[in-house]
């Protein structure tokens, strides 16, 4: 795909998570019925392992048994510790433990004490990085924080910590101010397609009647080629009828995300990351009703 | 007259120019891409700076409905709605007339359709166009014109040509622009020669800035066509442009050139490419094809374009069949192709190598027509 800069490849496992209804889970791994040809397939932490080496990102992430936050009872207990036995095969399996990082995804639902055995259980492989996986599926924001306020003070400092499937932009400022450092979601090239623009304010939808006339840009601060070349006005006439209002808005959404990155890698070293957090979130929530 | 049209080398009836506009200078032979509904399917306006695309064609039916002319017009025209600083060129919504007919009725008065907004009736005169076409703002407006298929025999044509000269001078009456706006008038006639010179000869007695053929690239056979083209040519006034709506293929473009011709407008580069078909020298290729799926070299080695610089056939394939990307990267690469050679065009005139060019040109091409080199060679 001719990308000079890094990769990470997930294992495979959230898709078990979404297309529940065609997977059945076992101690082997995870059976699809594929997509394809309906034939059934299974995936192995050995055989998820197998393909990442071969796709050759930077980062790879291990197989886990991964559910939804929203389910209780002993299910998550079992995906928690079957986790915990996939990764020492997923880290058998690894041919290139020189070029490909391997990190470890911490489960355990919303349950502390669940949670807590995970992330020793994985600390004790010394891996490379870690990530804190089975959020941004529908659970409240307050349980959503105090996991992840939970799996970084247990983490070790000296190594990433890796959010996944987040998100939106308050909750990668909110993450970052607990002490995780990366994140991935679809959320902004997804509702890009929808006419949905990120920005300072929360979002702008260019779909809307009153951006038919709006001569102003996107985001008058932001600095992006489609902010600095193309009006409200012009895109409201695309979003609503060709693919190109999607390709500009997606290039917006995710230059206001890498912004953000920017900002917030900045304002901690140069010592300004309160000021900057407050700044943030007067602007989304001017009235100070911030969750 | 708001243009400049400078010939600066020839070959026979083949000539290269230089096109003065308001908004750019431009050269000719010039393939011009056509972005409908103010963009061009697949590319921002820098990438079209970057492919070296000079004149882009606006389509004032589509334009005068979304997002009406009114509002391009308040918002300063749509070289700034859209962001284009180059030229444009709008088309009158004449050729919707053909393709949406069983929506349309044409009296003297103009063209009624059925609005595909709301229903409603919805009338398009000559002055009406004329008057949309000057808040869109382009460089180059075209005429009303009556436009009829090749396809079609009998009276109708006659009537079409007569009614197309009666329009043209309700077009000039109502251009409130003609020294920012070149306003072009179309032959039309269909296939039949006694009709195409009574029209150019009533066309050029208006003195316009420049001409189009029109009427054409509707499914004729080649041979009428390139016949039709040959003879407005060599009706047509030699120090203005010639416009040949509606093409084309890159084979055609080549000979049109060959016979006299300076500009041309087609979907077919984008289109095709949203159909996964790239444009090579050798004709085209098919990219979704299950040969491509392991090719790992570009589209066209011979290509300088960002597509063929970065990405592998290979690549494309697995994009073309499911991804939007794989219609973008291919429409960037089939217009840098187009460009190319509108580019290659000018300069193989200019350089006095134009037989050489055209001639390594069909050799490449596997599907080479003895007729159309013999029809190049004849001119």
């Not at chain 1, 009828?241 to 890698?265: E, I, P, T, V, W």
């Not at chain 2, 217009?335 to 065009?345: A, G, V």
Request: with cysteine; glycine share 8%.
């Amino acid at each position: 795909m001719n990308w000079p800069r890094a990769m990470l490849t997930d294992s495979g496992g959230f898709q078990m998570v979404s297309l529940l209804h065609l997977a059945d889970i076992t101690e082997k791994g995870v059976t699809f019925q594929s997509p394809v040809d309906g034939k059934p397939m299974l995936l192995t932490p050995e055989e998820s392992i197998q393909i990442q080496n071969r796709i050759g990102a930077d980062i790879i992430m291990a197989l886990d048994d991964v559910v939804k936050t929203t389910i209780t009872g002993p299910r998550i207990e079992e995906a928690m510790y079957r986790t915990l036995r996939w990764i020492d095969r997923c880290i058998a399996a690894h041919k290139k433990p020189n070029e490909q990082n391997l990190f470890g995804i911490v489960q355990g639902g919303l349950d502390p004490v669940l949670r807590d055995i995970c992330v020793r259980g994985l600390v004790e492989r010394n891996l490379p990085g870690y990530a804190i996986g089975g959020l941004a599926g529908g659970e409240d924001k307050d349980s959503f924080w105090r996991v992840v306020a939970q799996c970084t003070a247990l983490l070790p400092e000296d190594k990433p910590r890796y959010v996944m499937g987040v998100g939106y932009p308050l909750d990668i400022v909110v993450c970052s101010a607990l002490g995780a450092d990366l994140y991935d979601c679809v959320y902004p090239t997804r509702t890009a397609r929808f006419g949905t623009a990120l920005v300072p304010e929360g979002v702008l939808k260019l779909k809307h009647k009153a951006m038919a006339e709006d001569t102003r840009p996107i985001d008058p601060t932001c600095s992006c080629m489609v902010c600095k070349n193309y009006t409200r006005a012009y895109i409201h006439c695309l979003v609503t009828k060709d693919a190109m209002g999607s390709q500009l808005l997606s290039y917006h959404n995710l230059h206001y995300m890498l912004q953000l990155s920017r900002d917030l890698h900045s304002s901690i070293i140069e010592e300004r990351f309160p000021d900057f957090v407050r700044g943030f979130l007067q602007k989304m929530f001017p009235e100070g009703d911030v969750p | 007259m708001a243009l400049r049209f400078e010939v600066l080398g020839r070959f026979n009836r083949a000539r290269a120019a230089r096109l003065t506009l308001p908004h750019f200078v431009s050269q000719t032979p010039l393939f011009m891409p056509v972005g409908t509904q103010g963009t061009i399917k697949g590319l921002t306006t820098n990438q079209l700076e970057e492919i070296g695309c000079q004149i882009i064609l606006g389509n004032t039916y589509h334009l005068a409905l979304r997002p009406t002319s009114e509002l391009i017009d308040e918002l300063g025209g749509l070289h700034k709605f859209m962001n284009w600083p180059r030229a444009m060129l709008t088309d009158s919504g004449g050729f919707q007339m053909v393709s949406l007919l069983h929506l349309a009725d044409i009296t003297e008065k103009g063209v009624t359709f059925q609005s595909p907004v709301d229903g409603k009736p919805m009338l398009l005169t000559p002055e009406e166009s004329i008057q949309i076409q000057n808040r869109i703002g382009a460089d180059i407006i075209m005429a009303l014109d009556d436009v009829v298929k090749t396809t079609i025999t009998g009276p109708r044509i006659e009537e079409a040509m007569y009614r197309t000269l009666r329009w043209i001078d309700r077009c000039i009456a109502a251009h409130k622009k003609p020294n920012e706006q070149n306003l072009f008038g179309i032959v039309q006639g269909g296939l039949d020669p006694v009709l195409r010179d009574i029209c150019v000869r009533g066309l050029v007695e208006r003195n316009l800035p420049g001409y189009a053929i029109g009427g054409l690239a509707g499914g004729e056979d080649k041979d009428s066509f390139w016949r039709v083209v040959a003879q407005c040519t060599a009706l047509l006034p030699e120090d203005k442009p010639r416009y040949v709506m509606g093409v084309g293929y890159p084979l055609d473009i080549v000979v049109c050139s060959a016979l006299g011709a300076d500009l041309y407008d087609c979907v077919y580069p984008t289109r095709t490419a949203r159909f996964g078909t790239a444009l090579v020298p050798e004709g085209v290729l098919k990219l979704k094809h299950k040969a491509m799926a392991e090719d790992t070299r570009p589209i066209d080695p011979t290509c300088s374009c960002m597509v063929c610089k970065n990405y592998t056939r290979a690549y494309i394939h697995c994009l073309v069949t499911k991804d939007a990307m794989g219609s973008q990267l291919l429409s960037y690469h089939n217009l840098h192709y187009m460009l190319q050679l509108s580019r290659d065009l000018h300069s193989s005139i200019i350089e006095e190598r134009f037989p050489d060019f055209v001639r390594g040109f069909l050799q490449k091409m596997v599907n080479a027509e003895c007729e159309c080199s013999r029809k190049e060679r004849d001119s």
